[in-house]
T-cell receptor, first 111, second 117 residues
Framework: GENVGLHLPTLSVQEGDNSIINCAYS??????FIWYKQESGKGPQFIID?????DKRQGQRVTVLLNKTVKHLSLQIAATQPGDSAVYFC??????????FGTGTSLTVIP | EAGVTQFPSHSVIEKGQTVTLRCDPI?????LYWYRRVMGKEIKFLLH????????ESGMPNNRFLAERTGGTYSTLKVQPAELEDSGVYFC???????????????FGQGTRLTVV
């Protein structure tokens, strides 16, 4: 399943499928990006980060892709599990500044 | 090591009352941030402390909000008097260094859910 930008704030995927969550960031000066996962009743938790001198970074079951040309960030989750159900936020920042967050995408994994 | 802790986890107050939220950052983190998420909307920046100094308070909505960080340790965010539109979840985050060339992430607390009725 795939979400495009902020126009589709919800995403439902079948367990075991891959998920793609997209984010359009706003500032071309942003040089550091983070994906956060927020479960109900908890604060945002760090998933993966990427600096602007990279275009791809992989973690455990997650991959972040950065396209600076179009100011686009995506989070790919492989073999999505029920525990992945949460709201996912991308955040951007540049030196000395705070993090700016997107609206978030609610991911629901269907068993 | 303890993470970022916030107190209370939930507060329900009447319009016009005062509420004080507290955040204890991770020990040794100079940077402390306050954010707010209003229902269904993005997480919005309120302000940023570096130690005890306010680095950036451009996100504070109005003068009913007052943040302090005495001694560069814990921080408080006071809302006085509270209005209905202040309802939301208030997050605190801390990081070791705000320079993004070090790629330092911000660690978040669990948030304080404020409901103004």
């Amino acid at each position: 399943g795939e979400n495009v930008g902020l126009h589709l704030p919800t995403l439902s995927v079948q367990e075991g499928d891959n998920s793609i969550i997209n984010c359009a960031y706003s500032n071309s000066a942003s040089d550091y990006f983070i994906w956060y996962k927020q479960e109900s009743g908890k604060g945002p938790q760090f998933i993966i980060d990427i600096r602007s001198n990279m275009d791809k970074r992989q973690g455990q079951r997650v991959t972040v892709l950065l396209n600076k040309t179009v100011k686009h960030l995506s989070l790919q989750i492989a073999a999505t599990q029920p525990g992945d159900s949460a709201v996912y936020f991308c955040a951007e920042t540049w030196i000395g500044n705070q993090f700016y967050f997107g609206t978030g995408t609610s991911l629901t994994v269907i068993p | 090591e303890a993470g970022v802790t916030q107190f209370p986890s939930h507060s329900v107050i009447e319009k016009g009352q005062t509420v004080t939220l507290r955040c204890d950052p991770i020990s040794g983190h100079d940077n402390l941030y306050w954010y707010r998420r209003v229902m269904g909307k993005e997480i919005k920046f309120l302000l940023h402390f570096v130690k005890e100094s306010k680095q950036d308070e451009s996100g504070m909505p109005n003068n009913r909000f007052l943040a302090e960080r005495t001694g560069g340790t814990y921080s408080t965010l006071k809302v006085q008097p509270a209005e209905l539109e202040d309802s939301g979840v208030y997050f605190c985050a801390s990081s070791q260094d705000s320079r993004s060339d070090l790629g330092t992430e911000a660690f978040f607390g669990q948030g304080t859910r404020l409901t103004v009725v």
